[in-house]
Each structure stands twice: as structure tokens, then as C-alpha cells.
T-cell receptor, first 114, second 111 residues
Framework: DAGVIQSPRHEVTEMGQEVTLRCKPI?????LFWYRQTMMRGLELLIY????????DSGMPEDRFSAKMPNASFSTLKIQPSEPRDSAVYFC????????????FGPGTRLTVT | DQQVKQNSPSLSVQEGRISILNCDYT??????FLWYKKYPAEGPTFLIS?????DKNEDGRFTVFLNKSAKHLSLHIVPSQPGDSAVYFC??????????FGTGTSLTVIP
């Protein structure tokens, strides 16, 4: 299994631009999570989906952030417009219904907004 | 508000000795706890877990201890090896899919 796939691995963009991060979960996993890692707050849960339905988006920092999961094998996290304080590493993770507590993380996307 | 806290941002240990990483939580509803390990430029990987009905869970060199009354858990690594050098995150859940992570502790095992 290829594991959770994220793209791009690195993204550098200018303030005000739209940024789209992509995630392909592990096949058969029914829950998908988007996290943001910062030095100050560690790993923050932004939003998670169960069976493609958003369950909790209370961690999404502002309306500039949105996430979609159109099908079981793809999800996007979009930031529009981006700001320098959005610079962080964004992780996608997925889990299976048989081991809901064990999340499998992708390699992350390092976002830099200048 | 940080519900899961790892107050030591870093820890250095000599190879062969014990590494003890600590984690505190504030929510008494948390009933499932995990430790993840993260190498640079990689995503975190699951290491070990414990449910609130236990106070200890062991897997090889890794043991997690849970003290519910103190709302504290710890990860012991014995003996520590240079390959254990990584950032360790603890996470807690009140049930279901949602987990709250700490800020991480960077462990360095000195050969």
C-alpha cells in the first residue's frame, strides 16, 4: 500500500493567492483528517470527514479555509486568500473503521506564504 | 486552549539509558491515548496506545503508563537507541475519531 499521499510536498506562494492542498487516503479507510503543525500549537485538527461527510470543522481557523471530500479517495484543503500566518506544515491522515484510533499520516505539505 | 500538554520541548538521553516522555491532559472525558513518533520530513507514525481501563501497556522497548487521577501519561523507552531520536507526540480522545495532540517532545539519543 502506498500510504496516504499528499501533494504538493512543498508550496511557496505570495500573500493573497489561492492555495490548494490535496490528499489521497489509504484505500478502505473511511475517516480523513486535516491537521496543521506549528511550533506553538503542535498538531491542530482542522477538520475531519467520515464516509466523505464533514463531521467537525471547528478547527478551521477562518472562512478563508475550506475543505472538500468529493469521494472516498480524494480530499482538498483550500486557503483563499492565503496569508503569511498560514505558513505551516499541513498533514492529511486517514483511519479505518476497524482501528479508528490509529491514524495514518501522509508526509505533509510544507506551505510558505510570503 | 491546549487540552493535551507536553511541557518538555526537548530531551537528551544517552544510548542504552531510559527515555521518559511526559504528557498531561485536562479533559477528564478522554478515554483513549496514543503516542506518535515523527521523523523530519515525514508524517507522524503510530507507536503505542492505551485505553483508560488500563494503567500500563507494553510493546517491546516501549511502555506507556496512564495515571488517570493525575491526568498524566508517560512513554518509557528502554533501552534508548539512536534510531529513537525523533519528535514524539501524545494524543488523547474522548471517543470516536477526534484526537487532540500535544506540541511534541524532541528526543535525542546520544550514541
Amino acid at each position: 500500500d502506498a500510504g496516504v499521499i499528499q501533494s504538493p510536498r512543498h508550496e511557496v506562494t505570495e500573500m493573497g493567492q489561492e492555495v490548494t492542498l490535496r490528499c489521497k487516503p489509504i484505500s478502505g479507510h473511511n475517516s480523513l483528517f486535516w491537521y496543521r503543525q506549528t511550533m506553538m500549537r503542535g498538531l491542530e485538527l482542522l477538520i475531519y470527514f467520515n464516509n466523505n461527510v464533514p463531521i467537525d470543522d471547528s478547527g478551521m481557523p477562518e472562512d478563508r479555509f475550506s475543505a472538500k471530500m468529493p469521494n472516498a479517495s480524494f480530499s482538498t484543503l483550500k486557503i483563499q486568500p492565503s496569508e503569511p500566518r498560514d505558513s505551516a506544515v499541513y498533514f492529511c491522515a486517514s483511519s479505518s473503521p476497524w482501528s479508528p484510533g490509529e491514524q495514518y499520516f501522509g508526509p505533509g505539505t510544507r506551505l510558505t506564504v510570503t | 486552549d491546549q487540552q493535551v500538554k507536553q511541557n518538555s520541548p526537548s530531551l537528551s538521553v544517552q544510548e542504552g539509558r531510559i527515555s521518559i516522555l511526559n504528557c498531561d491532559y485536562t479533559n477528564s472525558m478522554f478515554d483513549y491515548f496514543l503516542w506518535y513518533k515523527k521523523y523530519p520530513a515525514e508524517g507522524p507514525t503510530f507507536l503505542i496506545s492505551i485505553s483508560s481501563i488500563k494503567d500500563k501497556n507494553e510493546d517491546g522497548r516501549f511502555t506507556v503508563f496512564l495515571n488517570k487521577s493525575a491526568k498524566h501519561l508517560s512513554l518509557h523507552i528502554v533501552p534508548s537507541q539512536p534510531g529513537d531520536s525523533a519528535v514524539y507526540f501524545c494524543a488523547a480522545s474522548p471517543g470516536g475519531d477526534q484526537f487532540y495532540f500535544g506540541t511534541g517532545t524532541s528526543l535525542t539519543v546520544i550514541p
